[in-house]
């Protein structure tokens, strides 16, 4: 994905199962197991730290209840481009 990120995923590794579903769903693949065990003995997901949308897929695909939260970043401003000759479009 070129750009910045545009979202940001927080994971409750105390509620995360690792089944993995977030991580099969997310398009841009931001998300990954862990290679270590969590207190349940399964690999969690975590997110990457990069490429997030922030579309929410993770999310909705998640069984846990509270184990991903999606943040969507604030756009950058945009540039305004000022006109020449006023403030109102020119006459027909």
């Known amino acids: 994905m070129p750009g910045p990120a545009r979202g ?4 409750d590794l105390e509620e995360c199962k ?3 579903l977030c991580v099969e ?9 862990a ?5 349940y003995g399964v690999h969690g997901a ?3 730290g990069h490429d997030c949308t922030g579309c929410g897929i993770c ?7 509270g184990a991903i939260t999606v943040y969507r970043l604030a756009s950058p401003p ?12 020119p006459a027909l």
């Open 78 to 89: 945009k540039a305004v481009v000022a006109s020449q000759g006023g403030e109102h479009a």
């Open 25 to 33: 769903s997310c398009p841009p693949k931001c998300l990954e197991l």
């Open 46 to 48: 975590r997110y990457t």
């Open 8 to 11: 940001n995923v927080a994971i």
């Open 59 to 65: 999310f909705y695909c998640c069984p846990e209840p």
């Open 35 to 39: 290679p270590e065990l969590n207190h």
């Open 18 to 20: 690792g089944c993995g």
